[in-house]
């Protein structure tokens, strides 16, 4: 098939063997999984993953693409939903396909959608075994960064909240047609069974995670003027001349339990 690859549908085809090997095995399709990918393309991925599994769920935009599929496999074995990934509904597709237990989701994602739909995403964790994305190597650099490198910040701290993480591997340009302007990088996500650091309330630990980077420079104590005093910063074992970036997950979570729990307002209060 002669396609004409989509920009503004992100279309950056895998062609390297090598790498299409190291996600699908990085995947570890096993005969009873349920897996959903997103975004097929031209089966790059596709192929092999059906090649282990006997039924493949693909959520694809593009028409053309989704005629082609059709065309190329037998629709008892790949079941394509013609959708846009931002909108559908993984929990209900999950829990059709396997009452009571988790699926797997796979893709070489758009880069101009990845940053929404992991936000998507983190709404369907209780039905999600893992997550194989192939991302922006900056952005996944990023997500899996640890606290006091120049790479930690709000990404990582919201989504290591959530999914325990790992960098697979790195994939240049030419592995791609026609290639990204960019490198990429493959991320393993696993949502944790139970969360290691639960916020009393999630939408405050947001807001004062948010807070805390509002000048990456500057100091907590800074950063924090109207949420949290110097002493009240030290009271809670926190060094007030830290900078944003030196705090883990447990730290910021901590901080916003005793929000949460002791000045609820603090936050609202400072922003109005
Ligand atoms: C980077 S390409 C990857 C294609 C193929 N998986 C590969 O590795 O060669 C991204 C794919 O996602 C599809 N896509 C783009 N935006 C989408 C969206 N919002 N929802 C679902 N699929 C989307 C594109 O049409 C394209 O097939």
Redesign the pocket.
Known sequence: MSHIPRKR??????QDQGVIADIINATDPQSGDVIIE?????A??TEPLLARVPQLHV????RD?VSHLQQRFPADRLVIHNA???EFDFGTLARQLKPGGKVKLV????YN?STPLLFHLASFGDVIHDMHFMLQKEVVDRMVAPPSTSDYGRLSIMLQYRYLMDHIIDVPPESFYPPPKVDSAVVRMVPWETLPHPAHDYGLFEELVIAAFAQRRKTLRNNLKGIATAEELEALGLNPGDRPENLGVAEYVSLANWLADQHPNRLTARGS
């Open positions: 549908f992100g279309q950056n085809f895998l997103i975004g097929p393309g031209l790059a991925l959520v694809e935009i593009d693409i846009d990934a931002l893709g070489n994602l758009p959608i």
